[in-house]
């Protein structure tokens, strides 16, 4: 059960990085509601990145460390 969840919360992640590039999209309420969830989890990793990095790379941080646990525990 665990592992479906940080399945579904990887997928979430990358969602909402696909949504980022759209706008149009973005300012919609579910995408709105959905980037805030997500930005939790993101926060303290783009804390202890450097600023002014040219692209973000704080959701791929967080997919690995996903998998990471994805794989400790099966």
């Excluded at 706008?23 to 930005?39: F, G, M």
Aim: proline letters at 7%.
């Amino acid at each position: 059960m665990i592992y479906q969840l940080l399945e579904l919360l990887s997928l979430v992640v990358f969602l909402d990085t696909v949504l980022s590039y759209f706008p149009q999209v973005r300012s919609q309420r579910w995408a709105y509601e959905l980037h805030k969830k997500v930005d939790v989890l993101l926060q303290p990793i783009r804390q202890r990145l450097p600023m002014g990095m040219a692209i973000d790379p704080s959701p791929m941080i967080l997919i690995i460390i996903i998998q990471v646990l994805k794989m400790i525990i099966s």
